[in-house]
């Protein structure tokens, strides 16, 4: 239930023409809006002036180039000279393009598969769609700016009485155009602008997402082979050192306590085995649901193993004012904060005057073939200025309201820019870190398959007992695996930095591929 009554005062002034008919009138009526109730009291003046909706339009349109509300200036985001963690890898000393940084991992393969994801995923095709609805939507609003034009046609026939049934034709054409005086459609139109910007950003952000997410998917394939591969060579050493003790066992130089020692340690890696086997399956799967296909369709494809890819001598590091302005998110945020902007005008321009124009063109007889005669011609201009009086304050509230969603954008986007220079850190201090990491783990793994070596022979010679056998293939096969994950967890740190840097679009590239895709789905049927 409303609070309060809603005021409204509309002024119209119009003229009417009807062919060889001095009929010309001129009314002014004014309309008392108190809801839910209506009141019209009209005013009919005998001699009227034919000019006055066209003296009220030359009164107005002067008032139409101003737009009411805040002017959007375009936010230029806070940044350091120097990210804080790079002193500890090589770094390009030139600017580059980091749109396609996957192709510095020289894998011929991954760059295959990152270039069909960018085809045919089914998220990039999502983004792509809501993209031609954002642009739809711009255009709608660009609609708004135009006069609206109907035509009709209409029978009827009545019978009062007696009397002979009456047929009535008409036919016509009806305009009307809201003249934009104090800037709501402007704002309209800006807001919607905005959010085109923002959801195209979002598509960027896409594309930034899913280059990462295949090429992390991709580099965890290659570490789980390579960690098949690394249980699988300790498992057959693991089989001769149980065969080697059984032999002893019969010869009475062990009990058989090291007999069920070793099997028990055979055991151990063989039931490691199948869950490296089933996170493998796992990436090659969503591997291929991030190419759009069937999952298990890339088993024959990179069921062969690899070793992960090589990393690159530098890293192309932007500075940090640079990576804001390459960051889809930031420039998402951005934009949607200009929408929010523009939406203040939108909601203060409720609080004017509107201004409309109207027209009509149109013929009615009888008959229908008396529709084409002068007589029957009927046309009308008419003009109407409409004004809020008194509406409880819903409108001011709107307003104020819209302001409050203006400044949560304003958060929203500077916790954004804040957030993308903490991811760049972050991956920056896990690329520096891991590359220490690795060196000391490739160093550990040299010991202990040295120790290992030498714990086998020297049980086969009888000079040491089992538990140092055992001590030493559990410390070789952790180091290794280890391992394997340093060098893993290494290249991850790397695809995380030129993710969180932006990479993966260019503006050229991906409205190319926006354009194809709009091209695409007006083809279908």
């Given at each position: 239930?409303?609070?309060?009554?809603?005021?409204?005062?509309?002024?119209?002034?119009?003229?009417?023409?009807?062919?060889?008919?001095?009929?010309?009138?001129?009314?002014?009526?004014?309309?008392?809006?108190?809801?839910?109730?209506?009141?019209?009291?009209?005013?009919?003046?005998?001699?009227?002036?034919?000019?006055?909706?066209?003296?009220?339009?030359?009164?107005?349109?002067?008032?139409?180039?101003?737009?009411?509300?805040?002017?959007?200036?375009?936010?230029?985001?806070?940044?350091?000279?120097?990210?804080?963690?790079?002193?500890?890898?090589?770094?390009?000393?030139?600017?580059?393009?980091?749109?396609?940084?996957?192709?510095?991992?020289?894998?011929?393969?991954?760059?295959?598969?990152?270039?069909?994801?960018?085809?045919?995923?089914?998220?990039?095709?999502?983004?792509?769609?809501?993209?031609?609805?954002?642009?739809?939507?711009?255009?709608?609003?660009?609609?708004?700016?135009?006069?609206?034009?109907?035509?009709?046609?209409?029978?009827?026939?009545?019978?009062?009485?007696?009397?002979?049934?009456a047929d009535q034709f008409s036919a016509g054409f009806d305009a009307s155009w809201e003249l934009d005086l104090f800037g709501g459609l402007r704002r309209a139109n800006e807001a919607a602008a905005a959010d085109a910007g923002a959801t195209?950003?979002?598509?960027?952000?896409?594309?930034?997402?899913?280059?990462?997410?295949?090429?992390?998917?991709?580099?965890?394939?290659?570490?789980?082979?390579?960690?098949?591969?690394?249980?699988?060579?300790?498992?057959?050493?693991?089989?001769?050192?149980?065969?080697?003790?059984?032999?002893?066992?019969?010869?009475?130089?062990?009990?058989?306590?090291?007999?069920?020692?070793?099997?028990?340690?055979?055991?151990?890696?063989?039931?490691?085995?199948?869950?490296?086997?089933?996170?493998?399956?796992?990436?090659?799967?969503?591997?291929?649901?991030?190419?759009?296909?069937?999952?298990?369709?890339?088993?024959?494809?990179?069921?062969?193993?690899?070793?992960?890819?090589?990393?690159?001598?530098?890293?192309?590091?932007?500075i940090p004012a640079d990576t804001l302005r390459q960051r889809p998110d930031v420039q998402a945020a951005e934009r949607r904060l200009a929408a929010e902007t523009a939406r203040i005008g939108q909601a203060t321009a409720a609080r004017y005057?509107?201004?409309?124009?109207?027209?009509?063109?149109?013929?009615?007889?009888?008959?229908?073939?008396?529709?084409?005669?002068?007589?029957?011609?009927?046309?009308?201009?008419?003009?109407?200025?409409?004004?809020?009086?008194?509406?409880?304050?819903?409108?001011?509230?709107?307003?104020?309201?819209?302001?409050?969603?203006?400044?949560?954008?304003?958060?929203?986007?500077?916790?954004?820019?804040?957030?993308?220079?903490?991811?760049?850190?972050?991956?920056?201090?896990?690329?520096?870190?891991?590359?220490?990491?690795?060196?000391?783990?490739?160093?550990?793994?040299?010991?202990?398959?040295?120790?290992?070596?030498?714990?086998?022979?020297?049980?086969?010679?009888?000079?040491?007992?089992?538990?140092?056998?055992?001590?030493?293939?559990?410390?070789?096969?952790?180091?290794?695996?280890?391992?394997?994950?340093?060098?893993?967890?290494?290249?991850?740190?790397?695809?995380?930095?030129?993710?969180?840097?932006?990479?993966?679009?260019?503006?050229?590239?991906?409205?190319?591929?926006?354009?194809?895709?709009?091209?695409?789905?007006?083809?279908?049927?």
């Open positions: 239930m409303r609070r309060y009554p809603t005021l409204r005062i509309v002024w119209e002034a119009g003229r009417r023409v009807k062919h060889r008919q001095d009929d010309l009138h001129h009314s002014a009526p004014i309309l008392y809006r108190i809801a839910p109730r209506t009141v019209r009291i009209e005013r009919q003046a005998e001699r009227p002036k034919l000019n006055i909706p066209f003296r009220i339009l030359t009164l107005l349109v002067p008032l139409a180039g101003c737009a009411v509300g805040p002017d959007y200036v375009r936010q230029d985001p806070a940044a350091p000279a120097n990210w804080s963690d790079s002193s500890g890898m090589r770094v390009s000393q030139q600017r580059e393009d980091i749109s396609h940084w996957w192709q510095r991992l020289q894998d011929p393969l991954l760059n295959d598969l990152i270039e069909t994801a960018l085809r045919n995923s089914p998220d990039l095709r999502g983004a792509r769609a809501k993209l031609l609805e954002s642009r739809a939507r711009l255009n709608l609003s660009d609609a708004d700016f135009m006069p609206g034009l109907n035509g009709a046609l209409a029978a009827s026939r009545s019978k009062t009485g007696n009397a002979s049934p195209l950003a979002n598509l960027y952000g896409t594309q930034v997402s899913l280059a990462a997410e295949v090429a992390l998917n991709y580099v965890q394939l290659r570490s789980l082979q390579e960690r098949l591969a690394i249980a699988r060579s300790n498992l057959a050493a693991q089989r001769e050192t149980l065969q080697i003790t059984e032999w002893r066992a019969e010869a009475g130089l062990v009990t058989s306590m090291e007999v069920e020692q070793a099997k028990g340690n055979l055991q151990q890696t063989l039931a490691g085995i199948p869950a490296l086997a089933t996170s493998l399956t796992r990436a090659e799967n969503r591997l291929a649901v991030l190419l759009g296909q069937f999952p298990a369709t890339l088993h024959a494809q990179l069921n062969t193993p690899a070793v992960l890819p090589p990393l690159p001598d530098e890293v192309a590091l932007n005057p509107s201004f409309s124009l109207g027209g009509s063109l149109g013929w009615r007889a009888t008959t229908v073939g008396a529709l084409g005669d002068s007589s029957s011609l009927a046309r009308s201009v008419s003009a109407s200025l409409a004004q809020t009086i008194f509406d409880g304050g819903r409108l001011r509230s709107r307003v104020d309201a819209q302001n409050a969603v203006q400044q949560q954008a304003l958060i929203a986007y500077e916790k954004t820019v804040l957030l993308a220079l903490e991811e760049v850190e972050n991956a920056l201090a896990g690329y520096a870190n891991g590359h220490e990491r690795r060196a000391a783990l490739q160093e550990a793994v040299a010991s202990a398959r040295s120790a290992a070596l030498i714990a086998r022979q020297r049980y086969a010679s009888g000079l040491i007992d089992f538990r140092s056998v055992l001590d030493t293939d559990r410390t070789l096969l952790s180091s290794e695996d280890n391992l394997a994950g340093a060098e893993l967890d290494e290249r991850s740190a790397l695809i995380s930095l030129y993710k969180a840097m932006g990479g993966g679009w260019n503006e050229g590239a991906a409205t190319a591929r926006v354009m194809q895709t709009k091209t695409d789905e007006s083809s279908r049927p």
